[in-house]
């Protein structure tokens, strides 16, 4: 719909072309507005209306002026896309032309609706909206509102954008996000692992770090979906539907097992004959080690559980943003803060950080990316415990290692930590048959 208040207008001035024009030189390529065949497009495609940062609608689909816009608005530098997109089209069929204007029209109309103004004025603004809206495209996605092969279509329109506009750069711009490749096989499929992916992330993350920072006693419960998965101060004490519990728990009931139940668990899954009294020594032992972690805060165990959310959290920092994981590696505790902390940052929603010296923008969700921001800031000053670290993201030393304010961390190389994270969780918080993301259906 019209506002008037914002001035639209219909150019009265506008030049339709044919596809045997479209390489002719246009001194103003904001007025050019391309007549396809009528069986694929009734009206002309007005294609100059990419150079207005504010574009409007006509009330009536039936209207031929074409898009109104805000005069006022009008991007200098959007010219050059204009009519690199129109020589991009020689060769091309009605239709092909069709379906790719429509496309990269969701892109200008995405990329005004984000204030993404200038956004083909310099390499650094295209990959930076790059960046933003594959983040976008792969929050469509996770949330199974696009297929992948949609997704990967639109990213694929978006790009051609890019290297149209810098010849030379334009893969070194598009290596800034990952890549969408939609899977092989089933679309559905894959779209349904990253739903479940991305649940046992939140689920592991939110749930872990609730259970350190209010010192939770154990054991202590993981749900996820329609399942649970039950948590033992034990290095093989997780228990869930897709692994089975261990001798001395019931995870069931939540408690340690009887010496019968030790027993009849035993018999069913050794040949070894083993008595009464092993069972008995075994699970005092156990109980032991149970009351122990619930009487120390940090024990090692916990330390575990809050690396294991730590990492939770940074994948799902991974999708939400289409940051690359080295790119997140990169990502520093100050501008965090400032985001958690100022008003005119989470109107940005936008986490900042260096790489090879130039500032770049990723979009962390106001709505989703924010809350867990907030989240995980509290996890990590649990886990540092007085330490300090410049980045957000940091490795923890291996299991056993206190912490204190003289351990160094170290940096995070997360292109390791999501497939070491991964088959972490597989078979015991995910289920085994969801296979291996790269960077969850962000590959």
């Known amino acids: ?92 069929s009605d239709s092909s032309v069709r379906a790719r204007l429509r496309i990269i029209e969701y892109f200008i109309v995405w990329l005004n609706a984000q204030g993404y103004r200038e956004v083909f004025a310099s390499a650094l603004q295209a990959q930076e909206a790059y960046q933003s809206y594959t983040a976008h495209l792969n929050h469509l996605i996770a949330h199974q509102a696009w297929k992948p092969r949609s997704a990967q279509n639109y990213q694929r329109n978006a790009s051609i954008c890019i290297e149209l506009l810098y010849p030379e750069d334009g893969h070194l711009i598009l290596a800034g996000a990952v890549r969408i490749i939609a899977d092989l096989g089933s679309e559905a499929a894959s779209g349904a692992h990253v739903e479940v992916y991305r649940d046992v992330c939140l689920a592991i993350a939110q749930q872990c770090s609730a259970f350190v920072l209010n010192s939770q006693l154990y054991p202590f419960v993981v749900s996820i979906r329609d399942y649970e998965v039950v948590g033992f101060p034990s290095n093989h004490g997780w228990v869930g539907p897709f692994k089975d519990s261990p001798l001395s728990y019931n995870a069931g009931e939540r408690r340690i097992a009887t010496v019968e139940e030790w027993q009849a668990a035993s018999k069913k899954k050794s040949r070894r004959r083993l008595y009464k009294s092993d069972g008995v020594r075994e699970l005092i032992a156990v109980k032991a080690n149970l009351d122990a972690a619930n009487k120390d805060e940090r024990c090692w165990h916990r330390l575990q559980v809050a690396g294991l959310a730590a990492k939770a959290y940074a994948s ?17 505790y100050a501008d965090a803060l400032e985001v958690e902390k100022s008003p005119i940052k989470k109107e940005l929603s936008a986490v900042k950080f260096r790489a090879g ?5 990723y979009n962390i969700g106001r709505d989703t990316g924010l809350p867990l921001l907030k989240e995980y800031l509290k996890l990590r000053e649990w886990i540092l415990n007085g330490a300090t670290h410049e980045r957000l993201f940091f490795t923890m030393p291996a299991t056993g290692e206190r912490l204190s304010t003289n351990h160094e961390f170290s940096y995070l190389k997360t292109t390791f930590m999501m497939s070491g994270f991964f088959k972490s969780i597989s078979g015991i918080f995910l289920d085994p048959n969801v296979r291996i993301l790269e960077s969850p259906r962000v590959s």
């Open 357 to 361: 010296g130039k500032a770049t923008l």
């Open 316 to 332: 799902l920092f991974v999708m939400i943003t289409g940051a690359t994981p080295t790119e997140i590696d990169q990502f520093s």
């Open 1 to 92: 719909m019209m506002n008037s208040s914002q001035q639209f207008e219909h150019r009265a001035n506008t030049q339709i072309i044919t596809l045997n024009e479209v390489t002719h030189g246009f001194v103003e390529p904001e007025l050019l507005r391309l007549q396809l065949s009528p069986r694929e497009m009734k009206k002309p495609f007005d294609i100059g209306s990419f150079a207005y940062f504010i574009r409007g609608e006509n009330e009536n689909v039936w209207d031929d002026r074409g898009t109104p816009v805000v005069i006022e608005s009008f991007v200098e530098s959007r010219r050059e896309l204009v009519v690199r997109l129109l020589e991009s089209l020689v060769g091309l």
